[in-house]
Nanobody, 124 residues
Framework: QVQLVESGGGLVQAGDSLRLSCVAS????????MGWFRQAPGKEREFVAA????????TFADSVKGRFTVSRDNAKNMVYLQMNNLNAEDTAVYYC?????????????????WGQGTQVTVSS
């Protein structure tokens, strides 16, 4: 049974930074690509960032490129999303996801396991 639990969300002001964390209860954590998605009210869930199994490769949505970074610690079964220079358009529920497939796949359907989400609200 795979479980993902996100933390670190909150209310911040535009221009602030926030770091989200996700802990995974996966015995072979390093066998999974890890990703972050978000869903704003009234919108579909969208891809934000992903990291390869080893952590050596990452990919980002254009809307966050240059502001967000993603990292992982395979020894701790943790993945992180560092978000800098936040703006109101970043307001959403952020989800951690795991996939046995490629970290380059951006459709939600390609990611098998999901956390419950953490709310990020950016006030302008």
């Amino acid at each position: 049974q795979v479980q993902l639990v996100e933390s670190g969300g909150g209310l911040v002001q535009a221009g602030d930074s926030l770091r989200l964390s996700c802990v995974a209860s996966i015995r072979t954590f390093s066998s999974y690509a890890m990703g972050w998605f978000r869903q704003a009210p009234g919108k579909e869930r969208e891809f934000v960032a992903a990291i390869s199994r080893s952590g050596s490769s990452t990919t980002f949505a254009d809307s966050v490129k240059g502001r967000f970074t993603v990292s992982r610690d395979n020894a701790k079964n943790m993945v992180y999303l560092q978000m800098n220079n936040l703006n109101a358009e970043d307001t959403a529920v952020y989800y951690c996801a795991a996939s046995s497939g490629s970290y380059l796949l951006r459709r939600s359907a390609n990611w098998a396991y999901w956390g419950q989400g953490t709310q990020v609200t950016v006030s302008s």
